[in-house]
């Protein structure tokens, strides 16, 4: 199936488009010129990514794409900004990318997030669970494969590298975010609730990633399980 890009830039970008670009790279291109016409758009239709070209448009793009995340989760989603403006990784984007730069860094960014050759796919099956590592999917009681955001793919990752043990939020933060910075975990938290929504048949009582209550979360699963 073609792949389907969904590109948030103003009417007038000065000759800065990624559209032509994108479309010349064999995706399909749908582009909105407002934040209110891509959330109409994705009412509608679920393209394979977004990108939010803050760079080109009167908004910083912050709000657009906390908007896009709060209804499609797991949706990848690139922000891109001008060199000039602070980044605000409050955007929950996957990915940040300052101006100038090439559109094949755009194009090198979007292979990145999107899912490869299913007969090249590694499977890693823990209990109800089937993990697709490098299309950053899961598959869940057989119910059909959702999409990881890239950070929430990385923490399944550890969990399934470490079943029934606790991983201290610490750890979590180190490995998923590469940071040492531990004063405030709430993007954690927001990610796990995240998980466990795809992932669990009742999040409210999860039965595979559990809270070890000031400490972390252990990944459940029976031990006579492969």
Same mark, same amino acid.
Request: hydrophobic share 40%; net charge positive.
């Given at each position: 199936?073609?792949?389907?890009?969904?590109?948030?830039?103003?009417?007038?970008?000065?000759?800065?488009?990624?559209?032509?670009?994108?479309?010349?790279?064999?995706?399909?291109?749908?582009?909105?010129?407002?934040?209110?016409?891509?959330?109409?758009?994705?009412?509608?239709?679920?393209?394979?990514?977004?990108?939010?070209?803050?760079?080109?448009?009167?908004?910083?793009?912050?709000?657009?794409?906390? $908007?896009?995340?709060?209804?499609?989760?797991?949706?990848?989603?690139?922000?891109?900004?001008?060199?000039?403006?602070?980044?605000?990784?409050?955007?929950?984007?996957?990915?940040?990318?300052?101006?100038?730069?090439?559109?094949?860094?755009?194009?090198?960014?979007?292979?990145?997030?999107?899912?490869?050759?299913?007969?090249?796919?590694?499977?890693?099956?823990?209990? $109800?669970?089937?993990?697709?590592?490098?299309?950053?999917?899961?598959?869940?009681?057989?119910?059909?494969?959702?999409?990881?955001?890239?950070?929430?793919?990385?923490?399944?990752?550890?969990?399934? $590298?470490?079943?029934?043990?606790?991983?201290?939020?610490?750890?979590?933060?180190?490995?998923?975010?590469?940071?040492?910075?531990?004063?405030?975990?709430?993007?954690?938290?927001?990610?796990? $609730?995240?998980?466990?929504?795809?992932?669990?048949?009742?999040?409210?009582?999860?039965?595979?990633?559990?809270?070890?209550?000031?400490?972390?979360?252990?990944?459940?699963?029976?031990?006579?399980?492969?």
């Amino acid at each position: 199936m073609p792949t389907t890009i969904l590109l948030v830039e103003s009417k007038n970008t000065g000759g800065k488009s990624l559209e032509p670009a994108l479309s010349k790279s064999d995706l399909i291109v749908i582009v909105a010129d407002t934040g209110s016409k891509a959330h109409e758009i994705l009412s509608s239709n679920r393209p394979d990514l977004v990108i939010v070209d803050a760079s080109v448009m009167r908004s910083n793009g912050v709000r657009i794409c906390r $908007r896009i995340r709060s209804v499609l989760a797991t949706l990848p989603i690139i922000h891109c900004r001008d060199i000039d403006d602070v980044l605000d990784t409050s955007a929950n984007a996957d990915v940040y990318l300052a101006r100038p730069f090439t559109a094949r860094k755009v194009l090198n960014r979007i292979r990145v997030l999107l899912p490869v050759d299913d007969l090249k796919e590694e499977i890693v099956k823990a209990g $109800r669970i089937t993990f697709y590592p490098s299309k950053r999917s899961v598959d869940v009681d057989g119910r059909g494969e959702r999409r990881l955001t890239p950070k929430l793919a990385d923490m399944l990752d550890e969990f399934l $590298r470490h079943p029934n043990e606790v991983l201290e939020r610490d750890y979590l933060m180190v490995r998923v975010w590469k940071t040492n910075y531990f004063g405030d975990t709430r993007t954690l938290d927001v990610h796990m $609730r995240w998980l466990r929504e795809i992932i669990e048949r009742n999040p409210a009582k999860p039965e595979i990633v559990k809270t070890v209550r000031s400490v972390g979360y252990i990944f459940a699963i029976p031990p006579d399980t492969d």
